[in-house]
Every structure is written in structure tokens, then in C-alpha cells.
């Protein structure tokens, strides 16, 4: 069946360090790929999303690119804030069925330090 | 509403007793989602409902566990007999149904911590 597979953290960096935190899949068919993020206390929101092979989602200076060849969407930022300080969640959708179950990776908790 | 609501925010329970939770979903969002996460652990898919069907149900992890969804919109999950390793948060989240390939953006409500003691 389809899978996610993550990067298994915690994930520590400096700030202004570059982040990078691998995502593969599997999949039949062509599915859509998100990242989500869970901030300390907070609810799951979207970060970014690519819809077909090639394409590009960014948001806050996230951003991660829909590799087929590879079954990848590694999430990566130039310049992590301490405010980045969450854990995320790779996840595809699940075109199987009808509709769009999302599939979530086990998540990698990042922590920026000063 | 403006968003996804779930409650109680929080359960506390003893082991053998049944509980409720609910979901809230975004209203006009057909699909709905429950997902468990457990500490440590990653989020496990439990059950999908498409309007009031449920076509995918593969996640529940036993007979202990059902949910209902009525008039395509409020969804309560029944955990029966609960046993310690049910304690988890329990997440609901709804969208829009898939559009083809375009995939859809699942909207998450804060999620019901249960505590079974």
C-alpha cells in the first residue's frame, strides 16, 4: 500500500542554519504531497503542497519540489528561526479510494536554539 | 464554523468505561478524517468518511473502536471498554473531496487528548 517514509529526528539546528528533512514515498498512481506542520500547542496546519511531478510548493521560506524519479519531497529552508521550532509531517494523498485520505510520515520534531 | 471543532479538549476515563468523542467538521466539507496520535508516535489513520459513508475504515485498531458520522456533517468516535494504550490525541480533520490528481488540503481541529487510568 502506500507509504511515507521520514527522516527520523529530533532534528537540532542553529538559527540561520539550512534545514533539510528528507521525505520518500510509495505510491500507485500520481498523488499530491504535502507538509504539514504541528507548532508547540498547536493543531496540524498545511505548509506547502505540490500537486504533479516537478512542481514546486513554498510558503514562509519552506519550500520542497515533487522529485517521481526519485519518489521524494525533501522539505528544505535556507535560514531556520527559532520560531520554526515544530514538528512536521510529510503526507500524501490517497487516491485509492475515492477522495483524498492523507497519509502522514511518523513526523520529525525540529528544534532551532539561538 | 470558522474551523474544526472537537470535543471534549480533554478525557479523562477509567480503563472499562466507554467514551464519546466529537468532531465538528468544517461545514460543506464532505470528507472527514480521524487520525490517533500517540506519544512518540506518529499519526495513525483510523477511519475515513465520504459524506455518512465510511469507505475506508482499515484503521481502527479493533471491534472496541466504531464512529458514525449523521447528516454528512457531525462525527463521534465510540471507544468501547477503553484500555490504557487507547490514551492518545485524537484528531479530526476535514476537507473538501479530492478532485482528481489535484489532491485536497485537510483542515485539523485542535484534537481530544484521552487519558485512560
Known amino acids: 500500500g502506500n507509504s511515507v517514509t521520514q527522516m527520523e529526528g529530533p532534528v537540532t539546528l542553529s538559527e540561520e542554519a539550512f534545514l533539510t528533512i528528507n521525505c520518500t514515498y510509495t505510491?500507485?498512481?500520481?498523488?499530491?504531497l504535502f507538509w504539514y506542520v504541528q507548532y508547540p500547542g498547536e493543531g496540524l496546519q498545511l505548509l506547502l503542497k505540490?500537486?504533479?511531478?516537478?512542481d514546486k510548493g513554498s510558503n514562509k521560506g519552506f519550500e520542497a519540489t515533487y522529485r517521481k524519479e526519485t519518489t521524494s519531497f525533501h522539505l528544505e529552508k535556507g535560514s531556520v528561526q527559532v520560531s520554526d521550532s515544530a514538528v512536521y509531517f510529510c503526507?500524501?494523498?490517497?487516491?485509492?479510494?475515492?477522495?483524498?485520505?492523507?497519509?502522514f510520515g511518523q513526523g520529525t520534531e525540529l528544534s532551532v536554539k539561538p | 464554523g470558522a474551523g474544526v471543532s472537537q470535543s471534549p479538549s480533554n478525557k479523562v476515563t477509567e480503563k472499562g468505561k466507554d467514551v464519546e468523542l466529537r468532531c465538528d467538521p468544517i461545514?460543506?466539507?464532505?470528507?472527514l478524517y480521524w487520525y490517533r496520535q500517540s506519544l512518540g508516535q506518529g499519526l495513525e489513520f483510523l477511519i475515513y468518511?465520504?459524506?455518512?459513508?465510511?469507505?475506508?475504515k482499515s484503521g481502527l485498531p479493533s471491534d472496541r473502536f466504531s464512529a458514525e458520522r449523521t447528516g454528512g456533517s457531525v462525527s463521534t468516535l465510540t471507544i468501547q471498554r477503553t484500555q490504557q494504550e487507547d490514551s492518545a490525541v485524537y484528531l479530526c480533520?476535514?476537507?473538501?473531496?479530492?478532485?482528481?490528481?489535484?489532491?485536497?488540503?485537510?483542515?485539523f481541529g485542535q484534537g481530544t487528548r484521552l487519558t485512560v487510568v
Open positions: 480533520a476535514s476537507s473538501l473531496p479530492g478532485q482528481g490528481v489535484g489532491g485536497t488540503e485537510a483542515f
Open positions: 505510491a500507485t498512481g500520481y498523488p499530491s
Open positions: 505540490a500537486t504533479k511531478a516537478d
Open positions: 503526507a500524501l494523498s490517497d487516491l485509492d479510494n475515492q477522495g483524498g485520505k492523507l497519509i
Open positions: 461545514s460543506g466539507h464532505t470528507a
Open positions: 468518511f465520504q459524506g455518512n459513508s465510511a469507505p475506508d
